[in-house]
């Protein structure tokens, strides 16, 4: 998992150990694309899939742009020998149902304005750029700017009186779990969202555990185990330091306060609840505003 990306200063100084056999286990061997899986098999077995640039023409390319089934059936043949795949419905069949329900948030007419001033912002600053040099991650600051303004109006001006309709769905739809003795897991991939909701839970009296990618993992492993233990209602979890390696059972509802660029990983994060030892059915719940 930690050294699928080739460009990484961690899979170089894998690459360079010598040894007579190599065995990798990995969850994920594509989360981004299939050049993962090219550098996964440049560990174990170099040579087999040839050079980047012959797998990217013979099977990336075909494949990721162009949906080539007869390249997607041939690079499984070629590394089926080498790969011993357990699925998650084979060896989970006594895993409770998992249930995904998209709540579409309506915003308030003030969020629409100041959705919409930012749209409109955003379009003349790409206008009025003609360089394309860094324009791709022009577009995507500006994007994210919009993908903030959704989760609430004070990510992006602190000073705004603007009122977050997700906010509001969020405190309902906490205040029924809870009042049914459920525990949830809470992703944002902003922090300052979730210094917001944790704002909320605190002038509420609700408990609850935290992790961002900048807790220590001594940190981490005491929220995790308390959690379990029954000390907190909500375990709000940035989504880059919640997305692997998390057993979270002691809660049946999972709660993404917003959808993350990769649904894979959000996928990921799901399954911290959806796993070996839980025992109740799982709910995920995906909060989008409408029209955004």
């Given at each position: 998992q930690a050294i699928k990306n080739a460009a990484t200063k961690r899979s170089k100084a894998a690459m360079a150990l010598n040894s007579k056999f190599k065995l990798i286990t990995t969850g994920t061997p594509i989360e981004n694309h299939l050049g993962e899986l090219w550098n996964l098999f440049n560990f174990i077995n170099p040579g087999l899939l040839g050079s980047i640039n012959s797998f990217n023409e013979r099977f990336a390319i075909p494949i990721e742009r162009f949906q080539d089934r007869e390249a997607k059936f041939k690079l499984k043949k070629l590394i089926r020998p080498f790969?011993?795949?357990?699925?998650?419905?084979?060896?989970l069949e006594e895993l409770p149902p998992r249930t995904d329900v998209t709540l579409e948030v309506e915003m308030s007419k003030d969020e629409e304005h100041f959705y919409e001033a930012l749209r409109q912002n955003a379009l003349d600053i790409l206008e009025s750029n003609k360089e394309k040099k860094g324009r791709h991650l022009q577009i995507l600051t500006e994007i994210m700017k919009l993908r903030q303004a959704c989760c609430n109006p004070k990510l992006i001006s602190p000073q705004t009186n603007i009122e977050s309709s997700k906010l509001r769905v969020f405190a309902?739809?906490?205040?029924?779990?809870?009042?049914?003795?459920?525990?949830?897991?809470?992703?944002?991939?902003?922090?300052?969202?979730?210094?917001?909701?944790?704002?909320?839970?605190d002038s509420q009296g609700i408990s609850y555990q935290y992790m961002d990618g900048s807790t220590p993992s001594k940190d981490r492993k005491k929220s995790v185990d308390d959690f379990q233990a029954?000390?907190?209602?909500?375990?709000?979890?940035?989504?880059?330091?919640?997305?692997?390696?998390?057993?979270?059972?002691?809660?049946?509802?999972?709660?993404?306060?917003?959808?993350?660029w990769n649904p894979a990983i959000e996928d990921q994060a799901s399954d911290r609840a959806h796993r070996?030892?839980?025992t109740r059915p799982v709910t995920i719940y995906r909060l989008v505003c409408k029209n955004s």
């Open positions: 790969i011993l795949r357990r699925i998650k419905s084979q060896v309902s739809v906490i205040d029924d779990l809870i009042g049914g003795r459920h525990k949830a897991l809470v992703f944002s991939q902003f922090i300052g969202h979730l210094t917001i909701i944790r704002e909320y839970l029954g000390h907190g209602d909500l375990f709000l979890i940035s989504l880059k330091a919640g997305g692997l390696g998390l057993n979270l059972t002691a809660a049946d509802y999972v709660i993404h306060m917003d959808p993350w070996i030892g839980q």
